[in-house]
């Protein structure tokens, strides 16, 4: 994940409408990235993950899209809804002998 | 199913004084995780455990700084003695089979105040 500094990027969305968060990594090697939603005073909860095999993985009303090519992940939430509100992070190891890296996350908001 | 608990949810404390954070993993799961989270930093990987072994504790900051996990079940984060600057929120995690390319479950962690 990216350092992008103190200030969390913040993404303001309509409740029904569809988010999309973004993760840029800078490691060519990363070959396993999760997404984790952080609520406030709770710890990170697991999303989704994609391994570098695969560009698209879905689950309940998320998508994860890889693109090896310009190292870019992103996460799609389909309907957004209240309850998605939270600090979004992308995790990434770069490559078998290393561990997980965190981005400094991105808020979303859902307004109603 | 329980999800991995940690104790206490806040302390605080004055600095000086020793502080032991407690976690207990998802049952079954063979890795532990500490990690510190702070506005400045993020979250950073403080040491994990496999099979109850410490296996890198390169992110631990200083030697007040310890861990131990005596059994699967249970593992302690320790500072002795606490500072200022160690103020932070501390998760503990935990996941089965390769410890970085399965996802790891979190704790709701502890919220650490040192005065």
């Known amino acids: 994940g990216e350092s992008v500094g103190l200030h969390l990027p913040t993404l303001s969305v309509q409740e029904g409408d569809n988010s999309i968060i973004n993760c840029a990594y800078s490691?060519?090697?990363?070959?396993?990235f999760i997404w984790y939603k952080q609520e406030s005073g709770k710890g990170p909860q697991f999303i989704i993950d994609?391994?570098?095999?695969?560009d698209k993985r879905q689950g309940q009303r998320v998508t994860v899209l890889l693109n090896k090519t310009v190292k870019h992940l992103s996460l799609q939430i389909a309907a957004t809804q209240p309850g998605d509100s939270a600090v979004y992070f992308c995790?990434?190891?770069?490559?078998?002998?290393?561990?997980?890296?965190f981005g400094t996350g991105t808020r979303l908001q859902v307004t109603l | 199913d329980a999800g991995v608990i940690q104790s206490p949810r806040h302390e605080v404390t004055e600095m000086g004084q020793e502080v032991t954070l407690r976690c207990k993993p998802i049952s079954g799961h063979n890795s532990l995780f500490w990690y510190r989270q702070t506005m400045m930093r993020g979250l950073e990987l403080l040491i994990y455990?496999?099979?109850?072994?410490?296996?890198?504790d390169s992110g631990m900051p200083e030697d007040r700084f310890s861990a131990k996990m005596p059994n699967a079940s249970f593992s302690t984060l320790k500072i002795q003695p606490s500072e200022p600057r160690d103020s932070a929120v501390y998760f503990c995690?935990?996941?089965?089979?390769?410890?970085?390319?399965?996802?790891?479950?979190f704790g709701d962690g502890t919220r650490l105040s040192i005065l």
């Open positions: 995790a990434e190891r770069a490559g078998t002998a290393s561990k997980l890296t």
């Open positions: 994609i391994r570098s095999n695969m």
């Open positions: 995690a935990s996941t089965l089979g390769d410890p970085f390319y399965q996802p790891q479950h």
């Open positions: 455990f496999n099979n109850n072994v410490p296996i890198d």
């Open positions: 490691n060519s090697a990363s070959d396993y």
